[in-house]
């Protein structure tokens, strides 16, 4: 049981270069989302989904995009890449079950755009 | 709109010791509250949370925390500190209204010193 993968671990951009930031989970989680981590700011939401087809903005969507054709995935594309994009991003995904629905984390994806 | 603040950004604390970090939260609507912990290069881990009922909740690796709703606070704390504690932890409350969509505080560095 994987749990949720994050591919790469490592990346250096360029400004206004784009890419795209994988997640898939194998633990037909119905939720997932992205998370920014910068220092001193803790984890801010980017984007999020309730399920596949269906995806919402967070708390700091600007210059990201997201889609979820798939319950298993769920990328992160940045369109043109700005050095205020480095951050470490962490994706997650939970059930919709009673009592409050758990993260379960990635191992999250450093990037640093130059 | 609903927040947490972690007001340390660090603690210090001697092995064996008792532990307190830190939360306050402002929700509308019933709190959703939980602690997560991130060691280096790692994602985030659920520790523990609480939805309704004991005002302490035991979680993981020795950990609890007290919810007190007249504060609006949920610290958490464990009875002996172990060098291995060592590590970001995270207060975070979830929407009342849109279940996949948390809040998290800015972290909280603990330093458990042998």
């Known amino acids: 049981n994987a749990g949720v993968t994050q591919t790469p671990k490592f990346q250096v951009l360029k400004t206004g270069q784009s890419m795209t930031l994988q997640c898939a989970q194998d633990?037909?989680?119905?939720?997932m989302s992205w998370y920014r981590q910068d220092p001193g700011m803790g984890l801010r939401l980017i984007h999020y989904?309730?399920?596949?087809?269906?995806?919402d903005q967070g708390e700091v969507p600007n210059g990201y995009n997201v889609s979820r054709s798939t319950t298993e995935d769920f990328p992160l594309r940045l369109l043109s890449a700005a050095p205020s994009q480095t951050s470490v991003y962490f994706c997650?995904?939970?059930?919709?079950?009673?009592?409050?629905?758990?993260?379960?984390f990635g191992a999250g994806s450093r990037l640093t755009v130059l | 709109a609903q927040s947490v603040a972690q007001p340390e950004d660090q603690v210090n604390v001697a092995e064996g010791n008792p532990l307190t970090v830190k939360c306050t939260y402002s929700?509308?609507?019933?709190?959703?509250l939980f602690w997560y912990v991130q060691y280096p290069n790692r994602g985030l881990q659920f520790l523990l949370k609480?939805?309704?009922?004991?005002?302490l909740v035991k979680g993981s690796y020795g950990f609890e925390a007290e919810f007190n709703k007249s504060q609006t606070s949920f610290h958490l704390k464990k009875p002996s500190a172990l060098v291995s504690d060592s590590a970001l932890y995270f207060c975070a409350v979830r929407d009342p209204a849109v279940h996949n969509k948390f809040y998290f505080g800015s972290g909280t560095k603990l330093n458990v010193k042998p």
């Open positions: 929700v509308s609507g019933n709190p959703y």
């Open positions: 633990m037909n989680h119905e939720y």
């Open positions: 997650a995904s939970s059930y919709p079950g009673p009592g409050a629905n758990v993260l379960t």
């Open positions: 609480y939805i309704t009922g004991d005002n």
């Open positions: 989904s309730v399920g596949a087809g269906i995806t």
